[in-house]
């Protein structure tokens, strides 16, 4: 049984706990920004550092191959720790400044990006094979899913304590993480590490390559542009709750109900995962999400009620797609290159993100929320339509017959 793994329940719990100080970070930044500055302009550009450092996740991929993977685990999280803790003095002290959190805001995010591709890496090194569709979805709502959640919770805390209190109890869940990856007993291959840890060039560049492969190239490109323009939502969303809702809660309720359908896609997606080819699967899924969101974003005027219900079922598409794509890129790469090719697709994917949150802050300023939020949704559309008629995609088995790569 996958919940009786003792090192999968100390990877999961240190996942949440991790998500949970993220998220925490997170909302409360962006509204802490807003709250000095009264600038859409800035809150994109707290959007534009939040999403950078994933851009550099590629430089990140030979470093966890050849490292322990749980020493560097440990390591990233003492530095997020000690970054904290420095914000909690600059409020104590009342000398926070809005450039202060900005640059605060780029380093802990790095340090960020290090932990999740490692949690990916160890995975399929605690789990067995015929339980990695399982461990993903699980993980997947642990981070993606929860980190929602928390994000809505913290944003309707906002309104109830103190942001030195927030702050204070983010430096708690990041804490947790370090001494739950101390309990985590996993064998790692001391041969891998020195037999190839000589040449980090050679290695990137063989992450790359993988990369590089048509196939991904398939899934990544488009994938890239509507991390653009998920990037420019994300930054929209205060001002749309200033605009239309009641400012703190309709957006942390708004957050909240994007973790509940990522929660809800990735839970179920185990049940369906073989009763269609993943290119299907994937196809149609973008497609019913880009049609719900549409359809979520003018509801907003009708009624709250059905915008977040509309919203939840909207995004349970998106949670059950981001399980696939995550045991797709466990699947198709060799063990020894899990490190590289996962940080190097996260990279891709995320290269547009900075752009899109300075847009999405302009754009808001310049035209309109319900704009933005509109972009998104037709994104989804043409994504879906791209998979759909893309052969090499719909060709693809279910999901627990996919192959490593040929080349």
């Known amino acids: 049984m996958l919940f009786k793994n003792k090192n999968f329940q100390l990877l999961l719990w240190s996942r949440i706990s991790s998500n949970i100080g993220d998220s925490i970070f997170y909302i409360v930044s962006m509204w802490a920004i807003l709250e000095i500055s009264g600038s859409p302009m800035l809150t994109g550009l707290a959007g534009f550092l939040f999403t950078l450092p994933s851009i550099f996740n590629v430089l990140f991929g030979p470093l966890i191959d050849r490292s322990n993977p749980k020493k560097l685990y440990i390591f990233a999280s003492i530095l997020q720790v000690l970054l904290l803790g420095v914000i909690l ?16 805001i ?20 605690v789990v067995k094979k015929s339980q990695l569709v399982k461990a993903n979805s699980v993980m997947s709502v642990a981070y993606q899913g929860l980190d929602f959640v928390f994000n809505g919770l913290s944003g309707i805390l906002i309104g109830f304590l103190a942001i030195s209190m927030l702050y204070s109890l983010n430096l708690v869940f990041f804490l947790i993480p370090i001494f739950l990856m101390l309990l985590l007993k996993v064998n790692i291959s001391k041969e891998k590490r020195e037999g190839e840890g000589n040449n980090y060039k050679k290695e990137l560049l063989e992450g790359l390559k993988v990369v590089n492969h048509p196939l991904l190239r398939a899934f990544l490109i488009p994938l890239t542009i509507i991390n653009f323009l998920f990037a420019m939502i994300l930054v929209t969303l205060p001002s749309f709750a200033n605009q239309y809702g009641n400012g703190p809660s309709t957006y942390g309720l708004t957050i909240a109900f994007l973790g509940l359908g990522s929660m809800l896609g990735a839970l179920f997606i185990d049940k369906f995962r073989t009763k269609q080819r993943l290119g299907i699967m994937m196809s149609a899924g973008f497609i019913l999400s880009g049609c719900t969101w549409l359809l979520m974003v003018f509801s907003i005027q009708l009624s709250e009620i059905i915008f977040y219900i509309l919203l939840a079922i909207s995004y349970a598409f998106i949670g059950a797609i981001n399980v696939l794509f995550t045991v797709l890129f466990q699947k198709l790469p060799e063990e020894k290159m899990l490190g590289r090719v996962n940080t190097a697709i996260e990279s891709i994917i995320s290269f ?21 939020l509109c972009l998104f949704g037709i994104g989804l559309i043409i994504l879906g339509g791209f998979y759909l008629f893309n052969r090499s995609i719909q060709n693809l088995p279910d999901i627990d017959k996919v192959e490593k790569l040929e080349w």
């Open 89 to 104: 003095i600059t409020v104590g002290i009342g000398d926070m400044n809005v450039w202060m959190l900005l640059f605060i």
């Open 106 to 125: 780029f380093f802990l995010t790095i340090f960020s990006e290090v932990v999740y591709p490692i949690e990916n890496v160890l995975i399929p090194k």
């Open 352 to 372: 547009a993100m900075p752009i899109g949150s300075l847009a999405g802050g302009f754009l808001t300023e310049l035209a309109s929320p319900i704009f933005v």
